[in-house]
């Protein structure tokens, strides 16, 4: 797990205790009025000393920011960092960058969506989720399964779509899977 991915979980183990996550909460209602620990006490109905290490735990975590006149501010796009840094670890992340156009129909690292059948697009879908396979030799169908299922969801579609557009050749019995065509040395040009 790379440093970043390890921060952004981290921060996401902080934030799933409720009392952490609506303090947070409150630091990101009032923006950059931010509030002091007795703002805080009162919005969170908790004595003084537990916002102060609330409020603690947030700056400590670099979630949050505490000025030298007490007010407390939530730092601007954390979680937002955090769902990228996820982002970036997953398996299929390196190649949808040669791919600008496709991530429209992405989520997280995660298909959410495929394109027209008949589209450019669905093409280049297509070689996206060939160049990933990256399949060498013949492979059954469960292999051919696990390895779309780290990037989508819709497994049968994705294989579906890879016989139909020609990159993947299924045997007659329907139980394994090779290469149909080689994949060209470098990925299509962003429009």
Same mark, same amino acid.
């Given at each position: 797990?790379?440093?970043?991915?390890?921060?952004?979980?981290?921060?996401?183990?902080?934030?799933?205790?409720?009392?952490?996550?609506?303090?947070?909460?409150?630091?990101?209602?009032?923006?950059?009025?931010?509030?002091?620990?007795?703002?805080? +006490?009162?919005?969170?109905?908790?004595?003084?000393?537990?916002?102060?290490?609330?409020?603690?735990?947030?700056?400590?975590?670099?979630?949050?920011?505490?000025?030298?006149?007490?007010?407390?501010?939530?730092?601007?796009?954390?979680?937002?960092?955090?769902?990228?840094?996820?982002?970036?670890?997953?398996?299929?992340?390196?190649?949808?960058s040669?791919?600008?156009?496709?991530? +429209?129909?992405?989520?997280?690292?995660?298909?959410?969506?495929?394109?027209?059948?008949?589209?450019?697009?669905?093409?280049q879908?297509?070689?996206?989720?060939?160049?990933?396979?990256?399949?060498?030799?013949?492979? +059954?169908?469960?292999?051919?399964?696990?390895?779309?299922?780290?990037?989508?969801?819709?497994?049968?579609?994705?294989?579906?779509?890879?016989?139909?557009?020609?990159?993947?050749?299924?045997?007659?019995?329907?139980?394994?899977?090779? +290469?149909?065509?080689?994949?060209?040395?470098?990925?299509?040009?962003?429009r």
């Amino acid at each position: 797990m790379s440093v970043e991915a390890a921060h952004a979980a981290g921060l996401l183990m902080l934030l799933s205790h409720p009392i952490r996550c609506r303090a947070f909460a409150e630091l990101a209602r009032h923006g950059k009025d931010g509030v002091t620990i007795f703002e805080m +006490s009162i919005h969170l109905d908790v004595p003084q000393a537990e916002a102060a290490e609330l409020l603690g735990r947030l700056v400590g975590a670099d979630v949050a920011t505490g000025s030298g006149n007490g007010y407390y501010r939530v730092r601007d796009g954390v979680l937002r960092e955090a769902a990228q840094a996820l982002d970036r670890t997953q398996p299929i992340a390196p190649l949808l960058s040669e791919y600008p156009q496709l991530k +429209s129909f992405f989520s997280h690292g995660r298909l959410t969506s495929l394109p027209p059948t008949l589209s450019e697009r669905a093409q280049q879908m297509a070689e996206l989720f060939a160049r990933f396979l990256a399949v060498d030799g013949v492979l +059954s169908e469960a292999e051919v399964n696990d390895r779309i299922a780290a990037a989508a969801d819709d497994v049968a579609a994705v294989r579906r779509m890879l016989v139909e557009s020609g990159w993947l050749e299924r045997d007659r019995a329907g139980t394994s899977y090779g +290469s149909a065509r080689r994949l060209p040395a470098t990925a299509v040009s962003p429009r």
